[in-house]
């Protein structure tokens, strides 16, 4: 039974993890509690890395995104690869191929990437410094997500659920935007079968379709029973809301679009999860 070490304690994709993975032998640790020095790495076959600095409210200096999500990853990396470890898996974000066009092909495994934020690029630099440690004892295991749902979610996804379930009336009526999604359950089933294979490489995990933000605002409403009438928003207000905030405007009117076609034929995977069934499953655990 291989024996797992999950960096952050009670993290949302570790708890997840935890709950429904195959794999049963799984620890957690904090790395604000213990420097990776400190850590017994030689007890664990597998590392899965999920300590990061994400997006904050409170603006925060570039150099702490670079502190937590390039070098302490890397201090991990090295503390685990000297101590034995075979596996080293790195959860990283899709914002490492930084902003998307309305004009781009979907983005996939191989795609450049031009990170245009201190998060994207950090993890992007946190990526290219795992795969120089690899080697045929160290397998290194890069995982790209979209935005993650699921039991427990916070931040963005969590948001949207709380607008549809407090405001009969939304300006989301015919967008056609293309966005993808990761539920956890999915991401879960990626990491397994990535253990099971002991998959070297880049890979994206995420739900099948890419969807709308109408899509996505239906789905939820459907879920919760709860009658919403969608509204047009004009252009301009959209065009103009862009440009004045666009990580905000971006979130629900533009399009994110990834092609993990590689992915699936490197791992043999399939989803088990439609992002319908899996928005449902993420309603049906959020308290009332």
């Not at 890419?210 to 459907?222: E, P």
């Not at 905000?248 to 699936?264: A, I, K, P, V």
């Amino acid at each position: 039974m291989k024996r797992i070490l999950i960096t952050g304690s009670n993290s949302f994709v570790g708890t997840n993890f935890i709950k429904n993975s195959h794999c049963k032998d799984v620890q957690e640790v904090s790395l604000f509690n213990y420097a990776p020095g400190k850590i017994d790495f030689s007890q664990f076959d597998i590392i899965i890395h999920l300590v990061a600095i994400v997006h904050q409210k409170v603006s925060i200096p570039e150099e702490e995104y670079f502190r937590v999500n390039r070098d302490l990853t890397l201090q991990v990396a090295t503390e685990a690869k000297k101590a034995g470890v075979r596996q080293f898996i790195f959860l990283s974000t899709v914002k490492v191929y930084g902003a998307f066009h309305s004009k781009s092909a979907p983005w996939n495994e191989s795609s450049p990437c031009f990170p245009d934020d201190a998060y994207g690029k950090s993890k992007y630099e946190a990526e290219k410094a795992l795969r120089k440690l690899q080697d045929e004892n160290f397998t290194v295991s890069i995982i790209r997500t979209p935005l993650v749902y699921g039991e427990g979610v916070r931040a963005n996804m969590k948001s949207i659920v709380n607008l549809v379930r407090k405001s009969p009336f939304l300006p989301f009526k015919d967008i056609r935007n293309k966005r993808n999604f990761t539920s956890a359950v999915n991401l879960v089933a990626f990491i397994d079968r990535i253990i099971e294979l002991r998959a070297a490489g880049t890979f994206i995990a995420m739900d099948k379709d890419a969807i709308s933000t109408s899509d996505l605002v239906k789905m939820i409403s459907d879920t919760l029973g709860k009658k919403i009438y969608l509204f047009r928003t004009p252009g301009f207000i959209i065009r103009a809301g862009m440009a004045l905030i666009p990580s905000f405007f971006e979130r629900l009117y533009g399009s994110y679009e990834m092609d993990n076609s590689e992915t699936l034929k490197i791992l043999n995977f399939s989803a088990p999860l439609t992002t319908e069934e899996g928005i449902k499953r993420m309603i049906e655990s959020i308290p009332k």
